[in-house]
């Protein structure tokens, strides 16, 4: 199939291509895709620990126990890959970053994060992207604990920016002197990632198939 029938193909209803609600240059799913390197890690619950270290006032770590005591937050969001596929509606329910930091009463000392995930995966991102309403800690996706193949027992959810940087199996947040790369921004895909601003690469445009994304696995 050449490239103008896979378009045509995609489904993009008319409303939410002119209304700007689909970013340009993705397909809308109503499946969910799975996408990650490496294996799907097994835990040990009580072993299990999030960090927050680095350039912080205090280094703190955190249990499973921690985290849901908490306040929780449900969100329901769009969200976008860079592999072009979207799905809109999603409903989370974790902490939000920013009453993490308020309840462990840590105060950053730079405004730059690595996110670290199971297995050595990492993002970078800006300080001022974590701290929005609905930047969660998700531990639920629908109202049921998340499959382990999308990130139990947590995972990040930043729906403003491409999806790399929702980082499942999340394990830690390290404040950085410098915004430096992660996994991904290493491997020539953009330092911040606005879908809406098509941040895909950080230099010469990556071969990324339209259709790549409807051979992987759903659920
Ligand atoms: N730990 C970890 N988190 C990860 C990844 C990964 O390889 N490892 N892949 C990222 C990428 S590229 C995408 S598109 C999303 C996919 O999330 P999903 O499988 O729930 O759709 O997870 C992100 N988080
Ligand atoms: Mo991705």
């Given at each position: 199939?050449?490239?103008?029938?896979?378009?045509?193909?995609?489904?993009?209803?008319?409303?939410?291509?002119?209304?700007?609600?689909?970013?340009?240059?993705?397909?809308?799913?109503?499946?969910?895709?799975?996408?990650?390197?490496?294996?799907?890690?097994?835990?040990?619950?009580?072993?299990w620990t999030?960090?927050?270290?680095?350039?912080?006032?205090?280094?703190?770590?955190l249990s499973y126990q921690d985290i849901?005591?908490?306040?929780?937050?449900?969100?329901?969001?769009?969200?976008?890959?860079?592999?072009?596929?979207?799905?809109?509606?999603?409903?989370?329910?974790?902490?939000?970053?920013?009453?993490?930091?308020?309840?462990?009463?840590?105060?950053?000392?730079?405004?730059?994060?690595?996110?670290?995930?199971?297995?050595?995966?990492?993002?970078?991102?800006?300080?001022?992207?974590?701290?929005?309403?609905?930047?969660?800690?998700?531990?639920?996706?629908?109202?049921?604990?998340?499959?382990?193949?999308?990130?139990?027992?947590?995972?990040?959810?930043?729906?403003?920016?491409?999806?790399?940087?929702?980082?499942?199996?999340?394990?830690?947040?390290?404040?950085?002197?410098?915004?430096?790369?992660?996994?991904?921004?290493?491997?020539?895909?953009?330092?911040?990632?606005?879908?809406?601003?098509?941040?895909?690469?950080?230099?010469?445009?990556?071969?990324?198939?339209?259709?790549?994304?409807?051979?992987?696995?759903?659920?």
């Amino acid at each position: 199939m050449n490239k103008a029938e896979r378009i045509k193909r995609m489904k993009v209803p008319a409303a939410d291509a002119a209304n700007g609600r689909l970013p340009q240059g993705q397909a809308l799913t109503e499946r969910f895709p799975i996408l990650h390197e490496g294996e799907v890690p097994a835990y040990d619950m009580d072993q299990w620990t999030l960090r927050v270290f680095g350039e912080v006032s205090k280094e703190v770590t955190l249990s499973y126990q921690d985290i849901l005591a908490m306040p929780q937050t449900d969100v329901t969001v769009d969200i976008h890959c860079v592999t072009r596929w979207s799905r809109f509606d999603n409903t989370f329910t974790g902490v939000r970053f920013r009453d993490v930091l308020e309840a462990i009463g840590v105060e950053p000392h730079s405004g730059y994060v690595m996110l670290h995930g199971d297995y050595d995966y990492t993002s970078n991102i800006e300080l001022a992207d974590l701290m929005g309403d609905d930047v969660l800690l998700a531990h639920s996706f629908e109202g049921k604990p998340l499959t382990d193949k999308h990130g139990w027992p947590l995972r990040l959810v930043v729906p403003h920016l491409y999806f790399w940087k929702s980082v499942k199996w999340l394990r830690g947040f390290e404040f950085m002197k410098e915004n430096s790369p992660g996994f991904w921004e290493q491997n020539g895909f953009h330092l911040r990632g606005d879908p809406f601003k098509e941040e895909r690469f950080s230099g010469e445009d990556l071969p990324i198939p339209e259709d790549e994304w409807e051979k992987k696995e759903f659920d």
